[in-house]
């Protein structure tokens, strides 16, 4: 029997409308949720993710500014503007859109965000906070996962996960926040040797490498769910993610689409995040 299909898209839609409840009673009060968006050179997907993420901020009633800056901006610059926007109090969340140009010290820019207008949860104490079991703002994509798994009714507490990709951005915070749920975790990478052996006993397995089709069919254990969070660009122009979708699908128990999937939630959070740093 086919998997079911996790519809990451129907559920960021029903999240989106009761955001923008939350949003005009927040209005009401004389508040309005703002987020500032800080674009940094030219890089062409970036642009689309960005464009994205404004429109649906935009959508729930969530006051968005962008802020393009050149390649060619300093250090001091960019640091400069993330001081103004920690100081303005009519911004709720501030966004600084990866990767920035190879000069700029990423993490130097990420720890200049006032941790409690990190709406990514990208700040080092957002992220301690997550390990210590008392989160703030999560990130976005984790936390997207997880909501997509509970919405569904797949049962964490007692069963084996598996994530593949140990970044900071995605797979380290799942793993917590798996952890959190009483789910036993594993950490695959790649230096993990023989990947199969992981999954095939993986009640839960997340992939999250960037690497198209990394997961078959023959890698996945009967009844699993298997959340998807790659997005690849294959030679013909598709979209793939790092799960083979149409191997796993017969074998896996639950199953996200890409595109579809998790893409969606991760905005969602995003807005979560947002309208949650207002209200705060």
Same mark, same amino acid.
């Given at each position: 029997?086919?998997?079911?299909?996790?519809d990451?898209?129907?559920?960021?839609a029903?999240?989106?409308?009761d955001?923008?409840?939350?949003?005009?009673?927040l209005?009401?009060?004389?508040?309005?949720?703002?987020?500032?968006?800080?674009?940094?050179?030219?890089?062409?997907?970036?642009r689309?993710y960005?464009?994205?993420?404004?429109?649906?901020?935009e959508?729930?009633?969530?006051?968005?500014?962008l802020?393009e800056l050149?390649?060619?901006?300093?250090?001091?610059?960019?640091?400069?503007?993330?001081?103004?926007?920690?100081?303005d109090?009519a911004?709720h969340s501030?966004?600084?859109?990866?990767?920035?140009?190879?000069?700029i010290?990423?993490?130097?820019?990420?720890?200049?965000?006032?941790?409690a207008?990190?709406?990514?949860?990208?700040?080092?104490?957002?992220l #301690?906070?997550? &390990? %210590? $079991? =008392?989160p703030?703002a !999560?990130p976005c994509t984790?936390?997207? /996962?997880?909501r997509?798994?509970?919405?569904? #009714?797949?049962? &964490? %507490? $007692? =069963?084996?996960?598996v !994530?593949?990709?140990r970044?900071?951005? /995605?797979?380290?915070?799942?793993?917590?926040?798996?952890?959190?749920k009483?789910a036993?975790?594993?950490?695959?990478h790649?230096?993990?040797g023989?990947?199969?052996e992981?999954?095939?006993?993986?009640?839960?397995?997340?992939?999250a490498?960037?690497?198209?089709?990394?997961?078959?069919g023959?890698?996945?254990?009967?009844g699993?769910?298997?959340?998807?969070?790659?997005?690849?660009?294959l030679?013909?122009?598709?979209?793939?993610?790092d799960?083979?979708?149409?191997?796993?699908k017969?074998?896996?128990?639950?199953?996200?689409?890409?595109?579809?999937?998790?893409?969606p939630?991760?905005?969602?959070?995003?807005?979560?995040?947002?309208?949650?740093?207002?209200?705060?």
């Amino acid at each position: 029997m086919a998997a079911k299909l996790l519809d990451g898209k129907s559920l960021a839609a029903a999240m989106r409308a009761d955001l923008q409840r939350k949003v005009a009673a927040l209005v009401q009060r004389g508040v309005r949720p703002g987020l500032a968006v800080i674009l940094a050179g030219d890089d062409a997907a970036s642009r689309v993710y960005v464009r994205n993420k404004t429109l649906a901020a935009e959508q729930v009633g969530v006051a968005s500014s962008l802020i393009e800056l050149p390649g060619s901006v300093t250090q001091a610059q960019l640091m400069e503007r993330i001081s103004a926007l920690n100081a303005d109090p009519a911004i709720h969340s501030i966004l600084v859109q990866l990767p920035l140009p190879k000069h700029i010290d990423s993490a130097r820019v990420l720890e200049a965000i006032d941790p409690a207008k990190d709406v990514d949860g990208f700040h080092e104490a957002n992220l #301690g906070a997550l &390990l %210590a $079991g =008392r989160p703030g703002a !999560v990130p976005c994509t984790p936390a997207g /996962v997880m909501r997509l798994i509970e919405h569904a #009714g797949v049962p &964490l %507490a $007692g =069963r084996r996960a598996v !994530v593949i990709g140990r970044s900071n951005i /995605v797979g380290k915070p799942l793993a917590l926040l798996l952890l959190q749920k009483d789910a036993s975790v594993t950490i695959c990478h790649s230096k993990s040797g023989n990947l199969a052996e992981f999954t095939r006993n993986a009640e839960i397995l997340v992939a999250a490498v960037g690497r198209a089709k990394l997961v078959t069919g023959a890698m996945v254990k009967p009844g699993a769910c298997v959340i998807d969070v790659g997005v690849n660009r294959l030679p013909d122009g598709k979209l793939a993610g790092d799960v083979d979708f149409e191997t796993v699908k017969n074998v896996a128990g639950w199953i996200t689409p890409v595109p579809g999937g998790v893409g969606p939630m991760t905005v969602a959070m995003l807005l979560e995040n947002c309208v949650n740093a207002a209200s705060r």
